[in-house]
């Protein structure tokens, strides 16, 4: 009831500063404003990522519009909710292309969803730019399709590489969503990096997504002595998992994927987070001066810290702002090629060169939950 109370509290407060995402109509005799398309997550099971990368692409709004919009004219964000729901984004991107008639889109941050609204994106050749979706897949729909975030190849790789060095670990046991593209993915690049480093995989277990019992798989996980277990997920499932794990004595380290990373975390784990260990975009403790300035100012306008996806929605809007104004038109096309030209963008989550796969080039941060909060803990480079 809590967590129901302080989403619909955030809900709320998004919709008051925001109107859902919506920006007025420009007053008669103003400039046409320039629509850009956003669909995420803002209800629902993975309604923490939706609403913080919501607020990140809010902040660049607003910062637009205090510079006076892009080529003369301002720019409109319709924000469309997922729900977190499969079938959605389809509904959504639908929308914001041919009702709307948006001229670039945002979204979304879930692979699976964004795997969803991206051929959309592609047929009707609106350049699509997702903070956070890292699925291999997404970028691979086609030449509209690009990527702010780093991919579950490198992230697997990197949290493989992370369990085998750092760890120690030598036996790893797998838990994981198979209704989910973004931690089947995930789990299949990090086994075969643990095992081509020497490393065994001792157990494999499944769950669906919204189970809340995973008692029956860590048993068998448990049985099975592993140095280190690998559950990649989103927060919701991860914090069950992570507090019933500690009810059965099993004390090692949990590691997961950029899906780890929201407060309700550690709200529904507790104490029981204490140990887990994750990649993400963006680090609050970077001393980067651009880094600290987006820090500063997203606190001060939502009154809490971004998270990593905060970072990576804000980096989102702000390179499709530099493609349009690189491009000098609102053209598709333009502004497809002016973002696959994109190299050394200097965005809040770090430099970001687009390669020829329109896959963002950039390090990732491994964090660890200690004493109730986000600790850094190493950064690997690709």
Known sequence: ???????????????????CGRKEAAAPGAATPIRIGEFSSLTGREAGL??????????ALEELDAAGGLLGRPVEVIAEDTQS??????????????????????????????????????????????????????????????????TDPFQ?????????????????????????????????????????????IVAEQKFAGGDKDFRAQLTAIKAANPDAIFAPCY?????????????LGITLPILGGDGYEAPELIEVAGAAAE???????????????????FVQKFTARFQKPPTGVS????????????????????DGAAIRDALAATHEFSGVTGRITIDSARNAHKPASIIRVRDG????????AP
């Open 50 to 59: 939706g609403q913080y990368t919501h607020m990140g692409v809010l902040l």
């Open 85 to 150: 729901k499969a079938g959605e984004s389809v509904t959504a991107t639908r929308k914001l292309v041919s009702r709307d008639h948006v001229i670039a889109l945002i979204g979304e941050g879930a692979s699976g969803r964004c795997l969803e609204g991206a051929p959309i994106a592609q047929a009707g050749r609106v350049p699509l730019v997702t903070p956070s979706a890292t699925n291999p897949k997404v970028t691979e729909i086609g030449d509209y399709i690009f990527r702010v975030c780093f």
């Open 156 to 200: 697997g790789t990197v949290m493989a590489k992370f369990a085998r060095d750092s760890l120690k670990a030598r036996r790893v046991a797998l838990l994981v969503d198979v209704g989910a593209s973004y931690s089947v993915g995930l789990a299949e690049f990090f086994k075969e990096r643990f095992k081509a480093d020497g490393g065994e």
């Open 373 to 380: 909060r986000f600790q850094f803990v190493e950064t690997v």
């Open 275 to 293: 140990g887990a260990y994750f990649p993400v975009h963006f680090s609050l403790e970077s001393t980067d001066t651009r880094s600290r300035d």
């Open 235 to 247: 927060y919701g499932e991860a914090g069950l998992i992570l507090f019933q794990a500690r009810q």
């Open 1 to 19: 009831m809590k967590l129901f109370l302080r989403t619909l509290a955030l809900l709320c407060l998004l919709c008051a500063f925001a109107g």
């Open 311 to 330: 970072a990576l929605g804000y980096d989102a809007l702000m390179l499709v702002a530099d493609a349009i104004r690189r491009a000098g038109t609102t």
